[in-house]
């Protein structure tokens, strides 16, 4: 299988079925028998380390690296690497910024997150943009292009977090913002994003605080 | 001795979605059962979910374990089948027939390769390799039970082929695939056709004409019934894919489009100027290529020759060896000792590449008639003055000083100002030095990874017409292979568009796929993304992208995979 078939989804699918580490090895940039799918499969597992790191993961346990069929000594040393290295932090939940319980309800929010349109959409553009460039020929640099989706992995993350609050029960502005350790403004603006996507409605007010829920969706019979 | 082959058969057990698995585990003699517990393994898979009968073969692709596999098919009503043994490279597509003969649906098969990635690899950790097998039969038995059954793709063939480039390369494609009844249309975008081969002089090894050849071949080309011509005409367009391309080419302002099923890539190469490097100046500095067309002209008369190799080429800004320069000096230097004994001629070079025994005996040759080799050091180059050249000689350890009325500089051939943007249109890759790149150095060495474009000649890299020629004949004999067939069967794990409802028609995946294989088309749904599975080659970029999660690959879904990793996880 391609690197370039790697859907980020998997890799969180992975450590929330209590994968210790993902690696995923590919063919040296220029040798892809698919052309450019490891140039796709960087970026993507490149995008669910960022989200697994921010949801608390310890950034040891995904990598991606490169190697040939004819390089037998270099994979053996990456494996090794790399086993030495998520040895060192210890099993999953341990080495972590959160303990097991926790962290496995961030990583099922994470693979919400990667399985989003907003992030997806803009992995999918980032090879486009670093060479091309975008429709008014600016070309960006690969880091710019991180530091932008560091911002929207970060705007992502917590609206997923707020929406799964909100779906079990009607909350303030300020108590989502306790829970989810944000800051109220930062929660109310991602708050009100969604009331405008329909996603959120204001359920009642509460003394001088408004408090809102999640719309549940109609699922199709079909 | 052996431990006896294991067989289990599970019966009356009640199965989720009536999915029945078999799982034959191969011994391959020795070479698995030598380091694994091949009989624990076997006990092991009976424990996994659908598996109503496991069996241990000796060698499970001989004839016996063959017909294992067809039997418990028929007898043991499996749905599914498992292989483990040896590489899917190797053997898959026997077993999927196997799977076939006897009435499964070849896609409802999974190998696994506890080979190479078990017993061959912890040859000395037995109790771990066997943990492996038994941890990848796991994932195989999961990921089989979601399989679905495929059928083979067809697609109609057009049975005509386009060349680009008439150089010798092109016009021996051109007439190998017109001699075989395929219509073809050779484009040239100069006026004539013979390309470098217009400029050349003799031959070697063997003092071939080069004019003779060319007029030949023009000759053949011109009246040819099944070859169209079309020179000082260029491609603005190339849309489709193998089978059905689409070419849109323009000739002196008017536009004209043709439909062809296969395309050969023969644009050839430039070669290089080497404007500012040992004071050339085309007239007492010149290049091979310019002194050829004094041969040819019978303008050449110098007396005292200095060829300098390498200029330009295994340098900083071109690091490739270009190849044929050595031999084409050897060459020039035989036909002017041969002219004029009594002239001298010095090649001055940083490595000698003849190699072949004709070229060595030519090499030998101009030995025997006094051309004198002087090997330079690209730290100190040679110092090319009014009358004379300088040059320090490595192994006498001082500086030589050569008279010289003409100097010779052997630049190598550089890759053709287009190659970028035909490697656009046609979505093939380019290599470092921006020359076309095959798709395999040995298995394809004439294909590229894009199905149904082929390459030949110095548009691959700088070759001898000798070679050009075996090239062209080599991959018009491929292109004839699709083109013979008439229509194409093509392996379904492609990519498939799994919910066509989802799908919004953004074209973010048909941006990324390297093969041209998707196209956004107008629906009465509205825009959707559209699979061309015979120019899919499955790479999966698309699905692993799409964000309404439409797309999918065959045999690899999204589903399959996860289900891979949690069995995995589960053990």
Redesign the interface.
């Known amino acids: 299988?391609?690197t370039?078939?790697?859907?980020?989804?998997?890799i969180a699918?992975?450590f929330i079925?209590?994968?210790d580490g993902v690696m995923v090895v590919g063919c040296h940039f220029?040798d892809c028998?698919?052309?450019?799918?490891n140039v796709?499969?960087k970026i993507?597992v490149g995008l669910a380390a960022r989200v697994l790191d921010f949801v608390g993961l310890h950034p040891t346990r995904v990598s991606f690296d490169q190697c040939s069929s004819a390089e037998g000594e270099r994979f053996v040393n990456l494996v090794t690497d790399f086993d030495d290295g998520v040895r060192q932090v210890g099993p999953l939940g341990s080495g972590d910024r959160l303990p097991l319980p926790e962290l496995k309800e961030k990583l099922l929010m994470a693979k919400t997150a990667l399985?989003?349109?907003k992030l997806?959409?803009v992995?999918?553009?980032f090879?486009?943009f670093v060479t091309a460039g975008n429709k008014y020929g600016e070309v960006f640099t690969e880091h710019e292009m991180w530091r932008t989706l560091d911002t929207i992995v970060m705007d992502e993350v917590a609206t997923h977090e707020i929406l799964r609050e909100l779906e079990r029960n009607a909350a303030a502005v300020k108590d989502l913002a306790a829970r989810l350790k944000l800051p109220p403004p930062h929660v109310l603006r991602y708050v009100l994003a969604l009331q405008r996507r329909g996603l959120v409605r204001l359920e009642q007010v509460e003394g001088t605080s408004p408090r809102y829920k999640a719309v549940e969706l109609e699922v199709d019979a079909a | 001795m052996s431990p006896p082959l294991r067989v289990t058969k599970k019966r009356g057990v009640k199965l989720a979605e009536d999915i029945r698995t078999g799982v034959f585990v191969c011994d391959c003699g020795s070479n698995i059962a030598g380091y694994l517990d091949c009989g624990e393994i076997a006990e092991y898979a009976e424990s996994l979910p659908n598996v109503v009968f496991v069996k241990e073969n000796l060698y499970t692709c001989s004839e016996a374990g063959i017909n294992e596999i067809k039997d418990a098919i028929k007898d043991e009503k499996l749905n599914r089948v498992v292989v483990a043994s040896c590489s899917p490279r190797t053997h898959e597509p026997l077993f999927r027939e196997s799977c076939a003969e006897a009435g499964l649906n070849p896609y409802l098969f999974e190998m696994v390769n506890i080979r190479d990635q078990c017993s061959w690899v912890h040859m000395k950790q037995r109790e771990q390799g066997n943990e492996k097998a038994k941890d990848l039969i796991r994932m195989g038995v999961a990921k089989a039970a979601l399989l679905q059954a495929q059928e083979p793709i067809q697609s109609e063939m057009d049975p005509k082929a386009m060349i680009i480039g008439a150089g010798i390369s092109g016009m021996t494609s051109a007439l190998a695939l017109a001699n075989r009844g395929y219509q073809v249309f050779l484009v040239e975008k100069s006026r004539e056709v013979g390309g470098l081969l217009r400029n050349l002089h003799k031959l070697a090894p063997a003092d071939v004409d080069a004019e003779e050849l060319l007029t030949k071949q023009k000759m053949a080309v011109t009246n040819h019934e099944n070859i169209r011509l079309l020179t000082s005409t260029t491609i603005s367009e190339i849309q489709g894919y193998i089978g059905h391309y689409d070419v849109t080419v323009s000739a002196n302002g008017t536009e004209e489009k043709f439909g062809v099923g296969v395309i050969i890539i023969a644009t050839g190469a430039k070669v290089f100027r080497p404007e500012g490097l040992f004071n050339y100046d085309g007239k007492r500095v010149i290049t091979q290529f310019e002194l050829e067309g004094l041969f040819r002209t019978k303008k050449f008369e110098a007396k005292n020759v200095v060829m300098i190799q390498c200029v330009g080429a295994r340098s900083e800004e071109r690091k490739y060896c270009s190849r044929i320069c050595c031999m084409t000096a050897i060459k020039n230097s035989i036909a002017i000792k041969e002219r004029d004994p009594e002239a001298t001629v010095h090649i001055l070079y940083r490595d000698i590449q003849a190699y072949g025994t004709e070229n060595e005996t030519l090499y030998q040759r101009s030995k025997q008639l006094g051309v004198r080799y002087i090997k330079y050091d690209q730290e100190r180059p040679p110092e090319v003055q009014d009358e004379a050249v300088k040059v320090y000689h490595h192994l006498l350890g001082r500086e030589l000083e050569l008279v010289q009325d003409l100097v010779v500089l052997s630049t190598p051939l550089i890759a053709g100002e287009d190659n970028e943007e035909l490697s656009k249109l046609l979505r093939v890759t380019l290599d470092e030095n921006k020359f076309f790149l095959e798709s395999h150095v040995k298995l394809k060495p004439l294909d590229f990874a894009t199905d149904g474009v082929f390459l030949c000649g110095n548009a691959h890299y700088p070759a001898t017409i000798r070679e050009a020629i075996s090239q062209a004949l080599g991959a018009a004999s491929r292109a004839s292979i699709p083109l013979a067939k008439g229509m194409m069967t093509v392996e379904p794990i492609v990519s498939v568009l799994a919910d066509e409802d989802a799908c919004r028609g953004c074209g973010l995946c048909e941006a990324l796929c390297p093969y041209g294989a998707l196209e956004i088309v107008r629906t009465e749904k509205g825009r959707k993304v559209r699979v061309i599975p015979v120019a899919c080659k499955g790479c999966g970029i698309c699905a692993a992208t799409c964000y309404v999660h439409a797309l999918n690959i065959n045999s690899y879904t999204d589903q399959q995979v996860e289900e891979q990793i949690r069995a995995f996880l589960s053990g």
């Open positions: 299988m391609c370039g078939r790697v859907n980020p989804t998997m699918e992975a079925n209590g994968a220029g028998h698919y052309i450019t799918g796709e499969g993507k399985g989003s349109q997806r959409w992995v999918g553009k090879s486009e």
